[in-house]
């Protein structure tokens, strides 16, 4: 099992920045990635950003440019980095790994509300 818990979520205006924090503990041998997803209200969960093991990024288009994912091993936590933010980034922002064994692991979500 793997535990996740995100924070660093807010109310930000338009343009603003925020970096979101994911600290992950227990069985963290078999991580293989790890990334960031959200939940627009009324919408359905979509992909945001994943790094790997071997800190390969990828970012879905709509936040190219303006989030950067990074991860610090010796504190066991993964942060999305915010910028330039616009009223469609607001959603319930939550951190999943993939772990092998072991499978597929989330948080339980962090609000992030930009105001226009």
């Known amino acids: 099992q793997v535990q996740l818990v995100e924070s660093g979520g807010g109310l930000v205006q338009a343009g603003g920045s925020l970096r979101l924090s994911c600290v992950y503990s227990?069985?963290?041998?078999?991580?293989?990635?790890m990334g960031w997803y959200r939940e627009p209200p009324g919408k359905q969960r979509e992909f945001v950003a994943t790094i790997t093991r071997g800190d390969r990024e990828n970012y879905t288009d709509s936040v190219k440019g303006r989030f950067t994912i990074s991860r610090d091993s010796a504190k066991n936590t993964v942060y999305l980095q915010m910028n330039m933010l616009k009223s469609e980034d607001t959603a319930v922002y939550y951190c999943n790994c993939l772990s092998i064994p072991g499978g597929t692991f989330w948080g339980q979500g962090t609000q992030v509300t930009v105001s226009s």
């Open positions: 227990g069985s963290i041998a078999g991580i293989q990635i």
